[in-house]
């Protein structure tokens, strides 16, 4: 059983630029939800897809936008970046939408933004 | 709405000494409670979760935490810590607002020394 999988590892982007990131859920899993974790903080909600529908989004700008393909894997993309984007971006799946479904985390994409 | 505070930034402890990780959150509704552990350059990793029934749960490796409803808190403990306990431990709440959204604490970096 493979886990959860992004990238790239970390990138680097400057002040305006359009990132995109990726995650390949764990298998079986068909729920995907992406965090971002800025230094020294904890992880906080973006968005969650389920069934290739957004199904819930934090208190982030439309700037943030995200995809999910027909496989459940994902992207998140971002446009117009700025430096407070600089952080770690956390993908995490489940097997559903309830909420005793556990979370399983992939490593995540480090992006500096300069 | 709903939020968590980790009481402590930092914990340093010395090997095999006893070690508790405070936890409170804020809910109106019921809630499920987890605690997460990230290891250097990884992603998060459920360590125990707390969905219903007995309010004391623990984990596969020593560490316990205890529902506490009237305290409305969640503290980690675990009677003798190793060297290899040392990473960054989460707390997060589960929202009941947008599908499995986890709200996480600023965290809490356990030090364990020889």
């Known amino acids: 059983e493979t886990g959860v999988t992004q990238s790239p590892t970390h990138l680097i982007k400057t002040r305006g630029q359009q990132v995109t990131l990726r995650c390949s859920s764990q298998s079986g899993h068909n729920t995907v939800s992406w965090y971002q974790q800025a230094l020294g903080q904890g992880p906080q909600f973006i968005f969650q897809y389920y069934r290739e529908e957004e199904n819930g989004r934090g208190n982030f700008p439309p700037r943030f936008s995200g995809l999910q393909f027909p496989n459940y894997s994902s992207e998140l993309n971002v446009n117009a970046l700025e430096l407070d984007d600089s952080a770690l971006y956390l993908c995490?799946?489940?097997?559903?939408?309830?909420?005793?479904?556990?979370?399983?985390f992939g490593a995540g994409s480090r992006l500096t933004v300069l | 709405a709903q939020s968590v505070t980790q009481l402590d930034s930092q914990v340093p402890v010395f090997e095999e000494a006893p070690v508790e990780l405070r936890c409170n959150y804020s809910?109106?509704?019921?809630?499920?409670l987890f605690w997460y552990v990230q290891y250097p350059n990884q992603g998060l990793q459920l360590l125990l979760k707390y969905l219903s029934g007995s309010t004391l749960v623990e984990s596969i490796n020593g560490f316990e935490a205890e529902f506490n409803k009237s305290q409305t808190s969640f503290h980690l403990r675990k009677p003798s810590v190793h060297i290899s306990d040392t990473a960054e431990y989460f707390c997060a709440v589960m929202s009941n607002q947008a599908g499995t959204a986890l709200i996480f604490g600023k965290g809490t970096t356990l030090s364990v020394s020889s």
């Open positions: 995490a799946s489940s097997s559903g939408t309830t909420r005793a479904n556990v979370l399983t």
């Open positions: 809910s109106s509704v019921s809630v499920y």
